[in-house]
């Protein structure tokens, strides 16, 4: 079964703090693909990142980063400094050729507060 | 950029009306999509399709059918909408035939309330 796991309902900072979105995962395929997607209050989901399962190598993008464990089957997600624009609902997603359509976990709500 | 539009952002039914949502995306992709949010229980695929006039269930398609006769525009229809589907519709395009790589656009989602 394949399935997304995102464990954090919602989550308060303070601006400039450190957070980070956990993402488990579970599939028995060895080619996938993983997703986070940001849905700010605007409502549209934005795509922000995309990782094969082949690669493992961490990604930084400015004040986002995500990490990639194949061994613990995650995919976190770190703001650093967060501002209040960073303030959305967080999905992390799962596809693979079995499935053939993107799983979502459940989301992770992120209030940042100046 | 790509865009995909909803027709509206938020709508108000009684129950037994027939609804119609309505999504237009503007870069020719291929597949789109329809999936709606509820709290706690993220997005769910309702409906999805490959090409004009072609349609496959997702995960939850009782209660709606689809209708794609352009390639731009994606319509979801509730025949005899009920309070339980009250909830965030969300419409999605892409660019190729479905592979898992990948990614969607996602229009702004229309707020539907079934009274």
């Known amino acids: 079964a394949q399935k997304v796991t995102q464990a954090q309902t919602e989550i308060s900072v303070v601006e400039k703090e450190d957070v980070t979105l956990d993402c488990v995962y579970e599939t028995r395929d060895t080619t996938y693909y993983l997703f986070w997607y940001k849905q700010p209050p605007s409502g549209e989901l934005v795509f922000l990142i995309r990782?094969?399962?082949?690669?493992?190598q961490n990604e930084i993008s400015g004040r986002y980063s995500w990490n990639f464990q194949k061994s613990t089957s995650s995919f976190n997600f770190t703001i650093t400094a967060s501002q209040v624009v960073d303030s959305a609902v967080y999905f992390c997603a799962l596809s693979t050729y079995n499935t053939d359509k993107l799983i979502f976990g459940t989301g992770t709500r992120l209030q940042v507060f100046p | 950029d790509v865009k995909v539009t909803q027709s509206s952002r938020y709508l108000v039914k009684r129950t037994g009306e027939k609804v119609f949502l309505e999504c237009v995306q503007d870069m020719d992709h291929e597949n789109m999509f329809w999936y709606r949010q509820d709290p706690g229980l993220g997005l769910r695929l309702i409906y999805f399709?490959?090409?004009?006039?072609?349609?496959e269930k997702g995960d939850i398609p009782e209660g709606y059918s689809v209708s794609r006769e352009k390639k731009e525009r994606f319509s979801l229809i509730l025949e005899s909408a009920s309070t339980n589907q009250t909830s965030m519709y969300l419409c999605?395009?892409?660019?190729?035939?479905?592979?898992?790589?990948?990614?969607?656009?996602f229009g702004s989602g229309t707020q539907l309330s079934v009274l």
């Open positions: 999605a395009s892409s660019l190729r035939i479905p592979g898992p790589q990948e990614k969607l656009f």
């Open positions: 399709s490959y090409d004009v006039k072609m349609k």
């Open positions: 990782r094969n399962s082949f690669d493992e």
